[in-house]
């Protein structure tokens, strides 16, 4: 399991903290995609790990925007 305390951990977290969770999250998926003997599952991984990124990425932009707005 992750190190992030399932969906609670990821939920009660702050925009920065979620960023970081993503971003663990990324990784994970690609030791995982790494060590998949099965071309399926590592690109199923791979796929998990680029919506991971593109998710934190997201996040960051929404927060750069905010800032902006202020």
Known sequence: MSEI????GF???DGPERVKNCRLLAAEAGQLAASAANP??????L???RQWNELADEM????NRSKAAS
């Not at 305390?5 to 609670?8: K, L, M, Q, Y």
């Open 5 to 8: 305390d399932a969906w609670g």
């Open 11 to 13: 939920l009660g977290s």
């Open 40 to 45: 399926a599952i590592r690109a199923s991984y």
């Open 47 to 49: 796929e998990l790990k």
């Open 60 to 63: 960051e932009r929404a927060t």
